[in-house]
Nanobody
Framework: QVQLVESGGGLVQAGGSLRLSCAASGTIFSINDMAWYRQAPGNERELVARITRGATTNYADSVKGRFTISRDNAKNTVYLQMNNLKPEDTAVYYC?????????WGQGTQVTVSS
């Protein structure tokens, strides 16, 4: 069993920055891809950014150039640095980790961007 715990969400003004963290614990042999998703009220959950174990990354078009995903394999932790935040970035952000082809989810952290 794998547990994911996110932190770092909050309220920020447009143009501000936040850094999300997600730490994995439990029975972990090797974490493959890690990712951040988000879900705004009334919308489906969408992929924000993904990073492979080898640090290859991909981003949603809406966040390219503003968000950066990174990971520390020794700490089983993934980060999301969010700069130049916009009101449309407001959502619950979820961490996802792929372990032995099973996807695990965190509980989510709220990010609210005021205009």
């Amino acid at each position: 069993q794998v547990q994911l715990v996110e932190s770092g969400g909050g309220l920020v003004q447009a143009g501000g920055s936040l850094r999300l963290s997600c730490a994995a614990s439990g029975t972990i042999f090797s974490i493959n891809d890690m990712a951040w998703y988000r879900q705004a009220p009334g919308n489906e959950r969408e992929l924000v950014a993904r990073i492979t174990r080898g640090a290859t990354t991909n981003y949603a078009d809406s966040v390219k150039g503003r968000f950066t995903i990174s990971r520390d394999n020794a700490k089983n932790t993934v980060y999301l640095q969010m700069n130049n935040l916009k009101p449309e970035d407001t959502a619950v952000y979820y961490c996802n980790a792929n372990v032995l082809r099973i996807g695990y989810w965190g509980q989510g952290t709220q990010v609210t961007v005021s205009s």
